[in-house]
């Protein structure tokens, strides 16, 4: 190849790469609901457009894009069916794409419109959030009621494909108690209680958060074997239990009030009983490559900068976290590799 191929190449790659048509193509296709319309049986651009509320010319010229990005196929003129990576953008796929990506979600709106200043919070080390917002990202969700509902759901979202994994890879067999710290509305904790029948738990997440669980868990058929907790994971948790579960949660905090959370597990988990955290590992030393999981994980450490002050971590940073609390590393074990998400384990006694 010579130098002029391999330059064009690069030039091919890295426009391809910073376009922003691409993101926000799939964003306009998800918000029009485009492919639950398609997947559901609409075959003409006319119908589309008119079911979808678009104009057909606009239309036409989305769906020419979309089809170049295997989103849609056109098997004839002003004809569309689901090309191959139509179905992950439908709103009943269990990776929850479609609500993180719908611009109709409070939280999906400020979260993309929080990106943009990426520059500044790289030259600050700071979040963006107080400045673009008015508000600290939890105050905000506080504060604004449709805000924190569409939070909550991008988590229940995500939580459909988590749950069951952490129901699966982990080893419950001994224990008889769990919970589930910042368990959000409860689909993580009823997935695992789903699965092991003799297990009951607790859920503690914020007050509002946990005042939206009771029909997650009635739904799920586990009610009566969750109590539920409303308060703050930096005050004392109920005792007594043999696992806390930690999902996505030391993410949002830097090191100091990590620790702080670590601590009230420790306190909170009967001798010989763990500390289990659900995060996403970054490599200690990064690496160009096609690795999935560290693509997620590397921007879910770029968003937890924009939006809280905090940080995905390695292994060893998580292990000196614990250490800090007075717990002993017990192991990590794969949860969900390609999303870079791994159970990170924790002795306690
Ligand atoms: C990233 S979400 C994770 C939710 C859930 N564990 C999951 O994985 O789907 C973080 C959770 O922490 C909760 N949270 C934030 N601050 C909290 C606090 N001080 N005490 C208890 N929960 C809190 C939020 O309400 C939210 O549900």
Known sequence: MSTRDTDRDAVIKVARGATLFTPWALRAAVTLGLPDLVAGGVDDLADLARRSGADVGALRRLVRYLVLLEVFRAPAADRVELGELGAVLCSGHPAGLAKALDQREAFARRGDEAIASLPEAVRTGKSVWTGLFGRGFWDDLAADAVLGRSFDAAMAAHAATLGPEVARRYDWSGVRHVTDVGGGTGHVLAAVLTAHPGLTGTLVDLPATVGAADPVLRAAGVADRVTVAGGSFFEPLPGGTDVCLLANILHDWPDEDAVTILRRCRAAVVAGGQV???????????????????FVASQRDLAMLLLLDAAERTEAQFARLGREAGLRPGGVVGLLPEQGLFLVCFDVG
Request: proline content about 11%; charged content about 30%.
């Open 276 to 294: 289990v955290l659900v995060e996403r590992v970054l490599d200690e030393v990064p690496a160009a490559g096609d690795d999935p999981g560290q």
